[in-house]
């Protein structure tokens, strides 16, 4: 079982006689220390309440959503590979939540986000979070092969696999295991050559000790394949991605995708998904044009600017009136700096523009990008009329004012779009930046005590609530909300340390 090789090797880092031994070479010294940095990550040493009662087998949902969150908080807050882009997550989520919608009623508040790493690989982590490596975007030949990754991973959740996973190892398995998806993270963008080349043997070793069983992969696939014909999806994207894994591995001898690590592909599971296939009968389901916009947009992300300009330019000379990979080289010719060609090529992108928020807000970036905010800001107020859900617009739009030095007008926007989404740290960190920028003390060290509180560090918010206090410029209505807020959170503070 693979949560308690790793309980040994823990104990192996906690014990000093035994780890002297691992110092007898730098490399395996090294080595000894990553293992423990893998085994034991930083959040879980101190951060879960429920972390000393190991011996409790209690798994339930909620508990597993607790250790997800606690997970899901490391990497977004401290793992380099979390790709912080409101697009890319935006369309990941409204793809997942399409397949999630089309599965009975599970009661898992599921959330999707992307991994920065070229490897094909998806994982679930305990509690309904779903990660999705950029490789697999990329390598995904048809939006339908990207879903049925995704309805594979979701059917790991709704089928409760992780838990069975650690059966009677309950909640402590449980941490394990969400440590070790974390720790493999962190090796995989670990940015010192040496280490990282030991910590991806660690890493490759740790992924193999989380593969599901046989039997959790074939229910998965069925799970997936159903869910992905319900949700109006080509169910021929399953076994089409089988083959392009299969091809890929053989591409790769030694270094098979690190999916294929945690989800072993057996002859088995591809001859049951194709005659499954058939007997199901298929239709041909066009790309939307989002998951082909995101295509571009990580193709302009990857390697060096420069690399990524000149690749999108030789696609998009086999297919110039292809407006995604237009979208793309216009982004990366701007993420390069060159900004009279990325100008241009946004004028042959305009001439037929795709009605997207991702165009609107690539076309407002070049306007920032050449120093005039407000007009910047104006274009994403243009694209907000087109597209009112976008987020990445609203966000782009107050940053933008702020910038032009209309602070005060990004401060009433972002406080009107907090009322309906108190939990977005996005609009926090801005409305804190707006505060900032127009002088406002304690309204800046208010809305920072709630980004600290959504990174889950309580007494860091309790802090910024009490420095808002002392500040002496909020009115009587900001310092009656500041009040009112400390006693609820130095409340909820109490209660998670009594719960300890
Ligand atoms: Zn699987």
Redesign the pocket.
């Known amino acids: 079982m693979p949560v308690t090789a790793a309980f040994k090797l823990d104990q192996r880092c906690r014990e000093p006689h035994r780890k002297a031994r691992y110092h007898s070479t730098v490399k395996k010294r090294l080595a000894s220390l990553l293992l423990c940095v893998l085994v034991l990550p930083r959040a879980f040493a101190d951060g879960l309440p429920d972390l000393g009662d190991v011996g409790s087998a209690d798994l339930s949902p909620q508990a597993e959503r607790r250790i997800g969150e606690q997970a899901m908080r490391e990497i977004r807050w401290r793992e380099a590979a979390y790709l912080d882009d409101v697009e890319v997550e935006g369309y990941l989520n409204r793809l997942g939540q399409r397949l999630v919608a089309a599965t009975a009623p599970s009661g898992v508040d599921f959330s999707f986000f992307a991994v920065s790493d070229p490897t094909l690989n998806a994982f679930a982590l305990p509690g309904g979070f779903i990660g999705v490596h950029t490789g697999l975007v990329l390598a995904a030949g048809t939006e339908s092969e990207l879903a049925s990754v995704l309805g ?2 979701i ?2 959740v709704t089928q409760r ?1 992780i838990a069975r996973m650690v059966g009677n190892q309950g909640r402590s398995g449980m941490v394990m295991l969400a440590s070790m998806i974390v720790a493999i993270l962190a090796a995989s963008s670990n940015p010192q050559a040496a280490e990282a080349a030991i910590a991806t043997g660690q890493a490759t070793a740790l992924q193999s000790q989380l593969a ?1 069983t046989r039997d ?2 074939r229910e ?2 069925r799970n997936g394949l159903m869910t992905l014909q319900a949700a109006g999806f080509d169910v021929r994207g399953m076994p089409a991605f089988f083959e392009r894994l299969q091809r890929n591995s053989r591409l790769y001898e030694n270094n098979a995708p690190a ?1 294929l690590r ?3 592909l057996t002859s088995d599971r591809i001859t049951d998904m194709e005659n499954r296939v058939q007997g199901l009968g298929y239709r041909q389901v066009p790309d939307s044009l989002e998951f082909r916009l995101v295509q571009a947009k990580l193709l302009a992300l990857q390697g060096s600017a420069a690399q990524a300009a000149r690749d999108l330019e030789t696609r998009l000379k086999g297919k110039p009136d292809d407006v995604s990979l237009r979208y793309g080289l216009t982004r990366a010719l701007l993420r390069s700096g060159q900004l009279t060609e990325a100008r241009a090529s946004m004028a042959v992108l305009k001439r037929n523009p795709p009605a997207s928020p991702m165009v609107d807000a690539l076309d407002a970036e070049l306007l920032a990008a050449s120093g005039d905010h407000a007009a910047a800001a104006a274009r994403y107020r243009e694209g907000l009329k087109r597209h009112p859900l976008s987020r990445s617009l609203a966000y782009g739009m107050a940053d933008e004012l702020i910038a032009a030095g209309q602070a005060a007008a990004a401060s009433d926007l972002l406080r009107k779009d907090i009322v309906s989404a108190p939990d977005d740290y996005r609009l926090w960190s801005l409305l804190g930046k707006a505060e900032l920028a127009r002088g406002s003390r304690a309204g800046r060290h208010r809305a920072q005590a709630e980004v600290y509180r959504l990174q889950g560090s309580l007494p860091a918010a309790v802090e910024q609530l009490e420095l808002a206090q002392r500040a002496g410029d909020a009115d009587f209505y900001t310092l009656s909300a500041v009040d009112a807020r400390l006693r609820e959170l130095r409340m909820r503070l109490k209660q998670e340390r009594e719960a300890r």
């Open positions: 594979h991973e059917a790991h696999h599901y959790f992969e998965a696939d999916y945690t989800h072993p």
